[in-house]
């Protein structure tokens, strides 16, 4: 501004830069920075920052998202986490003095089983028989059949009544265990009042069985032969027709395309689970039906006179037949259906007659039996470490992903694994067993060495087979410890194989102890070294430690390198279980050199160890 001559004074208005200069004042900068420009420059700024941290934040927290985290171990039913123990009733127990095994033996037992780690028993066929009246004499009992049911719902009198089956079950349950009963759809007795009627053509219960053939026929109808070497069929002096019988011809086979007889069955089935039974044993499903027309079986390639041998024939139209899938899904419907209590019910079944284990477990997509048996390895007489890899394989290859495995030691049927195999190979296989994922079943006494006794086939129609010896309690009482106060035995006290690394009972506790491990009851299976001699693999889950199972299964000491033969096996393991090697359990080794004795077994463990993305 400025003053004029007669002292007044004149404003005049500033002017303006036309642009930002460096050292403006703050007017100047002022009034720049509230120019449109400038706000919008500042306005971006801030939101790029903003955007900027935004962004960051998300970053952030789609790491911690996607960061590999612990997964959670499947959750495992009672028959998936428990090992099983397989009872021959008659041979167990016996707690009246009669000389044969009964239901109130077995209960005194119950601790016994419970202390070798097992949580489940599963009995064999207690029904009513020609036989198994209250007092039989030792040789019509030794002669009977166990399949050769009278009634599906009664207890045979030799080994208690409803009543000592209810207490059993109670007991079982008050020990946090569970009890298995056999189911014998396929066939009943000839003395069955089912059989007995439907020997009268004219009765409602005629087509219960399968008939064939005329009065005026002298030849069986077809060229089917039954298991044990003779013809399938024979002829009903009343009817003047031939029943069928694939076993022995005092079980005819039941006519399971009739609605009638599936629902008797499902009958005895719900009439069980009333009784709290937690679930069935199926025998042999595979046989249950028969090709319709009844086409002859055909002969099998190079023999050249068939004769009555099983054997001699490919049964393609006596077993396997494809209406079993959908039957044993129905029954598991059942099962399913039983809601008195919120425990899941089991079906367990034989895998026997050319049924396809995939469509066991699933047929159409719908559930089917939770635990085909796996009797593998009952059926070698000798197997090293690839024998050993072949039935695992093939086992685990046939199992749909999420179905769950077994592992049996042995069975009613079958020779005793301690018969074919020494002790130590045994104990090798228990390793195994106990350790793959899925569930072992091991037949009662091979938990103390039991052998076969006498001579001659494990699977016979009479009930002395040779893995059936009586049960020993204590070696140097009156029957071993089998009854008190009796003078005879329905058959011969088990030999015992001799225990040359401690008792095997004492082995599968631990083993029991260790598959309760989460890495083995739920943990992820992956195959490692395996060879002539060896079998291994690793069981983890995430968060937990991890194992490497390493069996020799060759009759000589090796030495192996494991590291690199599955990429969690770690250097820094830490022994813990062993059998048959020179190490002791917390020993440290790397598994880059593990020596194992012949039928030996290691189990080294290490830390888990999080995966970097």
Same mark, same amino acid.
């Given at each position: ?13 500033? %002017?303006?830069?036309? #642009?930002?200069?460096? !050292?403006? $004042?703050?007017? /100047? &900068?002022?009034?720049?920075? +509230? ?53 021959? %009733?008659?041979?167990? #127990?016996?707690?009246? !003095?009669? $000389?044969?095994? /009964? &239901?109130?033996?077995?209960? +005194? ?505």
């Amino acid at each position: 501004m400025t003053r004029e001559a007669n002292g007044s004074v004149l404003e005049f208005e500033k %002017v303006r830069p036309s #642009k930002p200069y460096r !050292g403006m $004042g703050k007017e /100047d &900068l002022l009034y720049f920075s +509230s120019q449109p420009f400038w706000r919008r420059l500042r306005m971006i700024c801030v939101a790029i920052v903003l955007i900027g941290w935004v962004a960051l934040i998300i970053t952030v927290a789609a790491l911690v998202l996607a960061y590999p985290r612990c997964r959670e171990a499947p959750s495992r039913s009672w028959w998936q986490a428990e090992a099983v123990y397989r009872v021959y %009733v008659p041979s167990f #127990k016996d707690s009246n !003095g009669d $000389g044969i095994g /009964d &239901l109130k033996g077995i209960e +005194s037992k119950l601790d016994y089983i419970k202390d070798q780690g097992f949580g489940v028993i599963s009995l064999s066929p207690i029904y009513a028989t020609a036989n198994t009246e209250s007092n039989p004499t030792i040789n019509a009992f030794r002669a009977g059949n166990d399949l050769a049911v009278t009634d599906h719902k009664a207890v045979g009198g030799v080994y208690g009544t409803l009543g000592d089956i209810d207490s059993l079950v109670a007991a079982v349950h008050d020990r946090g265990m569970y009890l298995v009963l056999d189911f014998i759809p396929g066939v009943t007795g000839t003395t069955h009042a089912w059989f007995s009627e439907s020997r009268n053509n004219g009765s409602e219960r005629r087509n219960f069985y399968v008939w064939a053939g005329k009065a005026s026929d002298a030849d069986p109808p077809n060229n089917w032969k039954s298991h044990f070497g003779i013809p399938a069929w024979t002829k009903d002096s009343t009817r003047q027709q031939f029943y069928l019988h694939q076993f022995a011809s005092d079980t005819p086979d039941l006519n399971l395309r009739s609605a009638a007889v599936r629902e008797e069955l499902e009958d005895i089935l719900t009439f069980w689970l009333d009784r709290d039974i937690d679930g069935f044993n199926i025998r042999d499903p595979g046989f249950i039906f028969e090709d319709f027309d009844l086409r002859n079986n055909t002969v099998k390639p190079g023999i050249t006179s068939p004769g009555n041998a099983y054997t001699d024939y490919d049964p393609i139209h006596t077993s396997g037949q494809p209406e079993v899938y959908g039957l044993l899904e129905e029954w598991r419907m059942t099962l399913r259906a039983h809601n008195k209590t919120a425990t899941e019910k089991v079906l367990l079944t034989n895998v026997d007659g050319a049924l396809d284990i995939s469509r066991i477990y699933s047929f159409c997509d719908r559930s089917g039996v939770q635990m085909p048996l796996n009797t593998g390895f009952l059926t070698t007489t000798s197997c090293n470490g690839a024998c050993v890899t072949k039935l695992v394989s093939d086992w685990m290859g046939k199992t749909p992903s999420g179905k769950w495995a077994t592992w049996m030691s042995g069975g009613d049927n079958y020779d005793r694994i301690f018969t074919t195999f020494n002790a130590s190979y045994v104990e090798a296989f228990m390793t195994l067993s106990f350790l793959l994922p899925g569930t072992p079943v091991l037949y009662y006494g091979d938990e103390i060495g039991a052998q076969n006794i006498g001579s001659g086939s494990a699977m016979t129609a009479a009930r002395n087979g040779t893995s059936r010896g009586i049960m020993t309690w204590n070696a140097n009482s009156t029957q071993d410890g089998f009854c008190d106060n009796c003078t005879n035995i329905w058959t011969s006290v088990m030999s015992r194989a001799e225990q040359q690394r401690g008792p095997t009972s004492d082995y599968i506790k631990e083993l029991v102890t260790l598959r309760r491990k989460v890495s083995f009851k739920s943990g992820e299976y992956s195959r490692a070294l395996v060879d002539d001699d060896v079998f291994s693999f690793v069981r983890e889950v995430d968060g937990e430690p991890g194992y490497l199972v390493a069996i020799n299964f060759g009759p000589n000491k090796v030495s192996r390198d494991f590291i690199g033969s599955h990429d969690t096996i770690s250097p820094e393991g830490v022994i813990a279980m062993t059998r048959g090697t020179a190490y002791s359990v917390d020993d440290k080794v790397n598994p880059a050199k593990l020596e194992i004795e012949a039928y030996g077994a290691v189990v080294v463990s290490w830390d888990y160890v999080a995966k970097e993305l």
